[in-house]
């Protein structure tokens, strides 16, 4: 099966600085890379999400990038603000009938 | 729309109980919806990915005994966890797919269980 390996762990960033946090998944089949945003206590939140037949989407201070040769994909945020303070998780699938399989997390935090 | 509702928000019940989880999807048909466990500071863990009317289908390592899962309707399924122990406090989150091949899940709000 699928399984996604997150780095790193934790990110502590100054505030206006940007974050890279990156995904490597193991089956060459997954295409759909969502990215999720996880608040204490409260459900994961789908901040972006891209497929296989795309490199890379943006959307305001968010994008993933998707080398699929590679395997990885990663979230880059810019400006960090405090707010973007959260664990933000990456999954993969490569089906529309399989379950998303996430990756361990990332911790990040944002110093104002 | 896809909004997807939990209950209970939270629950308390003693070792040895049984706690049922409701998971609904509040706006749209689920043909498929899957559990998942989260321990503090962990990521979220598949348990099991349930189909209208038919069984669940349980990840390696989950109690389909201990872990009951009916998915009764197209909007409703649900999650008994049976003679609940203290290693079962977790956070129990749902998500439901709208159709067959939709790729994104829409997670319910979780629900916080602990064991006494």
């Known amino acids: 099966g699928e399984n996604v390996e997150q780095h790193p762990s934790t990110l502590s960033v100054q505030e206006g600085d940007s974050a890279v946090i990156k995904c490597t998944y193991s089956?060459?089949?997954?295409?759909?890379f969502p990215w999720y945003k996880q608040e204490l206590g409260k459900r994961p939140q789908l901040i972006i999400d891209?497929?296989?037949?795309?490199g890379e989407k943006k959307d305001q201070r968010i994008a993933v990038t998707l080398n699929k040769t590679a395997k990885h994909f990663s979230l880059h945020i810019t400006e960090t603000q405090p707010e973007d303070s959260a664990v933000y998780f990456c999954?993969?699938?490569?089906?529309?009938?399989?379950?998303?399989?996430f990756g361990k997390g990332t911790r990040l935090s944002v110093i104002a | 729309g896809a909004v997807v509702s939990q209950h209970p928000s939270w629950v308390i019940c003693k070792s040895g109980t049984s706690v049922k989880i409701e998971c609904r999807s509040l706006?749209?048909?689920?043909?498929?919806m899957f559990w998942y466990r989260q321990f503090p500071k962990q990521s979220l863990m598949l348990m099991a990915t349930?189909?209208?009317?038919?069984?669940?289908?349980?990840e390696q390592g989950v109690e389909k005994d201990k872990f009951l899962i009916n998915h009764a309707s197209l909007t409703l399924s649900t999650l008994t966890v049976t003679s609940a122990h203290p290693e079962d406090s977790s956070f129990y989150i749902c998500?439901?797919?709208?159709?067959?091949?939709?790729?994104?899940?829409?997670f319910g709000p979780g629900t916080r269980l602990t064991v006494t």
């Open positions: 998500s439901a797919r709208p159709r067959q091949g939709f790729f994104e899940q829409y």
């Open positions: 089956d060459s089949a997954s295409n759909y």
């Open positions: 891209i497929r296989s037949n795309v």
């Open positions: 999954a993969a699938t490569y089906s529309g009938n399989t379950p998303l399989v």
């Open positions: 706006d749209f048909q689920a043909t498929t």
């Open positions: 349930s189909n209208e009317g038919s069984k669940a289908t349980y």
